[in-house]
């Protein structure tokens, strides 16, 4: 019973072996030596990537693979000074030291209501090579009190390369709508070509300066400096404000009464010395008619009689 046990267990053994074997050496499963592996052309360069492994998420993509990162980036600062004026001139100086310039720049040193409040704004905005921005904002800094201070960037890597593709494009096909225009042709064909020429120059033109553009905000930084005093910089009362706006309301008032008064007062002045003396001379009249005694040959007044009896 052993014996029979073990020949037909060695026999399953050898079952399975040769079933693995046959399995392994099958034609339909064993490539050709050859062949290229699935992916992979036959040049035997990976056409793509290894099954089974995922592509990374910034080579999404293969003509961003290698291409340097374009960044733009900007900043502003809300600096507190004393001197707004004075401030803006030293923020200019350091905008020359470090290659730049002014941009945009807007100070006013008083509100529209006429008290120094947040309507009084006053801003530069500054041009600095991208690479000193961070010195821009340190040495900005250092010119006042900074209050808030804020930075962005963004990437445009993605619109530049894809820029740069369509403009690499529409420059091969104008050069061949350029050589179309040299060959002989119909004159409907040729103007036909010129026409579609002309689009795509058009075009090209317009890449090429949103080309430009990203370019520049890539190479240069702006930096926005609000300017305000130690008033404008403290919290909002609104007992303070309500005081400061009917103090300077009240002084308006007066403001326009004396303008008021300044205006009537030459008009007041010319009827003075007209008016003054003409009453003068009216009143010295009066006094000197009433002063007359009347003249003896003249009958005496029944009423004057009358009226000198009834006082006696």
């Known amino acids: 019973m052993s014996t029979t046990t073990r020949l037909l267990a060695a026999l399953a053994a050898s079952a399975i072996l040769l079933t693995g074997c046959g399995t392994a050496e099958s034609p339909s499963m064993v490539e050709p030596a050859g062949a290229p592996a699935p992916g992979q052309p036959a040049g035997g360069v990976a056409d793509g ?18 291409v340097q990162r374009q960044i733009a980036r900007s900043a502003s600062l809300t600096l507190v000074v004393d001197d707004v004026q004075a401030s803006a001139e030293r923020v200019r100086a350091l905008a020359a030291a470090l290659d730049g310039w002014v941009s945009e720049e807007s100070l006013a040193l008083t509100g529209a209501d006429g008290i120094r409040g947040p309507v009084a704004g ?43 593709a369509r403009i690499t494009s529409l420059e091969a096909s104008v050069k061949r709508l350029q050589e179309l225009v040299g060959r002989s042709g119909s004159v409907a064909d040729i103007a036909a070509v010129e026409r579609e020429l002309a689009t795509r120059q058009a075009d090209l033109e317009a890449m090429k300066s949103q080309r430009l553009y990203y370019a520049g905000i890539v190479e240069r930084s702006s930096l926005t400096i609000t300017l305000i005093t130690p008033t404008q910089s403290s919290s909002t009362n609104p007992i303070q404000t309500g005081w400061s706006r009917g103090w300077a309301a009240f ?27 003409l009453l003068l001379w009216r009143r010295a009249r009066r006094a000197k008619a009433a002063d007359v005694p009347p003249r003896t040959g003249d009958a005496p007044d029944p009423r004057e009689e009358g009226a000198a009896a009834s006082r006696e």
């Open 49 to 66: 990537p290894v099954r089974g492994e995922s592509k990374p998420a910034d080579q999404a993509e293969p003509y961003q693979t290698g």
């Open 122 to 164: 006053s801003w530069i905005t500054l041009s600095v090579p991208a690479s000193r921005l961070d010195d821009a904002i340190a040495r900005v800094g250092e010119l006042g009190t900074v209050r808030d201070r804020q930075a962005s960037a963004q990437d445009v890597t993605d619109v530049v390369v894809d820029l740069d």
């Open 251 to 277: 002084l308006e008032s007066v403001s326009i009464l004396i303008t008021v008064v300044a205006a009537i007062l030459p008009f007041a002045l010319f009827a003075a010395l007209v008016l003054v003396p």
